[in-house]
């Protein structure tokens, strides 16, 4: 079947903005993980969904980062008034379960102007 | 807090030579161990990965890590390296119940 797939594969907006980032997780895998990745850095783990519910919401950077998921299908990531320091790849993977293997998409580079 | 620390960022080795690839954990309770490559151009994918068992763990294309609980070590190696296995390489601890910590990522090149 299909992979995670991940829209935009790239955003380019201007500072002070709203940017909506979407994860298509693989049909059947109820867990949902949100990653950010910053030039040079690891992957910086953000957000976790068991079906919709995000258990734990404290690795979101800022309050101006949310996410929800429907459905326990598709996922949206929300950057509000983005900042330059935004600017990363931001990682969507699924898994059938915690810890099952985790199937990556292949990432939205957003740049903030 | 807990991380990861990959020592290596960049390694660049002639094909045939061997591999080992570091990774430290901080966290002194019960731990997943995972290695991920990422090939040129592709996504993120799972190469092996420790829950319990034996220590030594096999993953694809030859790889293999152990995992040493005294040095909370959990380095990645390869006997003999191929052109093809040039890739980033990701160590990553799952240390609570869903919570994944990634290193930095060794960027690895192998010369034909």
């Known amino acids: 079947g299909a992979g995670v797939s991940q829209s935009p594969s790239n955003k380019v907006t201007e500072k002070g903005k709203d940017v909506e980032l979407r994860c298509d997780p693989i049909?059947?895998?109820?867990?949902l993980y949100w990653y950010r990745q910053s030039l040079g850095q690891g992957l910086e783990f953000l957000i976790y969904?068991?079906?919709?519910?995000?258990?734990?919401k404290s690795g979101l950077p800022s309050d101006r980062f949310s996410a929800e998921r429907t459905g326990g299908s598709v996922s949206t990531l929300t950057i509000q008034r983005t900042q330059q320091e935004d600017s990363a790849v931001y990682l969507c993977?699924?898994?059938?379960?915690?810890?099952?293997?985790?199937?990556f998409g292949p990432g939205t580079r957003l740049l903030v102007l | 807090a807990q991380s990861v620390s990959q020592h290596n960022h960049h390694v660049i080795l002639s094909e045939a030579a061997s591999l080992e690839l570091g990774c430290n954990y901080s966290?002194?309770?019960?731990?997943?161990l995972f290695w991920y490559v990422q090939y040129p151009g592709q996504h993120l994918q799972l190469l092996l990965k420790?829950?319990?068992?034996?220590?030594l763990v096999k993953g694809i294309k030859g790889f293999e890590a152990e995992f040493i609980k005294s040095k909370f070590s959990f380095n990645l190696r390869k006997p003999s390296v191929q052109w093809s296995d040039t890739a980033e390489y990701f160590c990553?601890?799952?240390?609570?119940?869903?919570?994944?910590?990634f290193g930095t990522g060794t960027r690895l090149k192998v010369l034909a």
């Open positions: 420790y829950f319990s068992g034996d220590p």
């Open positions: 969904f068991q079906g919709n519910s995000a258990p734990d």
């Open positions: 966290y002194g309770g019960t731990v997943n």
């Open positions: 993977a699924s898994s059938r379960g915690q810890r099952e293997t985790q199937y």
């Open positions: 990553a601890v799952e240390a609570g119940t869903y919570k994944y910590i």
């Open positions: 049909s059947g895998h109820t867990a």
